[in-house]
Nanobody, 126 residues
Framework: QVQLVESGGGLVQAGGSLRLSCAAS????????MAWFRQAPGQEREFVAG????????YYADSVKGRFTISRDNAKNTVYLQMNSLKPEDTAVYYC???????????????????WGQGTQVTVSS
């Protein structure tokens, strides 16, 4: 079992920045690919960004490319999402997710995620 705890959400004006953190505990962080998803009211949960265990390859949704950066610190069992140039349409609950496949084959779809955090609210005002 892996427990994921997100932090860093909040209210920010359009054009601002936030950094989300996700701390993992329980079973070893080693071998897990990690991702961030988000869910706005009335919408499905969508993939935002992911980083593999093997090679630390990163992947992004088109809507956040060039603005968001995902990274991981394996020594601290933590994954980060740096969000810059935020837009009102980025408003959502952001979830940290763990995929047990080191190459990240399952990290881009909600149905194949193994563990979820409880979510943190990000609100971007116009």
């Amino acid at each position: 079992q892996v427990q994921l705890v997100e932090s860093g959400g909040g209210l920010v004006q359009a054009g601002g920045s936030l950094r989300l953190s996700c701390a993992a505990s329980g079973r070893t962080f080693s071998g897990y690919s990690m991702a961030w998803f988000r869910q706005a009211p009335g919408q499905e949960r969508e993939f935002v960004a992911g980083i593999t265990w093997v090679g630390a390859r990163t992947y992004y949704a088109d809507s956040v490319k060039g603005r968001f950066t995902i990274s991981r610190d394996n020594a601290k069992n933590t994954v980060y999402l740096q969000m810059n140039s935020l837009k009102p349409e980025d408003t959502a609950v952001y979830y940290c997710a763990a995929d047990s496949r080191p190459a990240g084959w399952g990290m881009r779809t909600a149905e194949t995620i193994d563990y979820w955090g409880q979510g943190t609210q990000v609100t971007v005002s116009s």
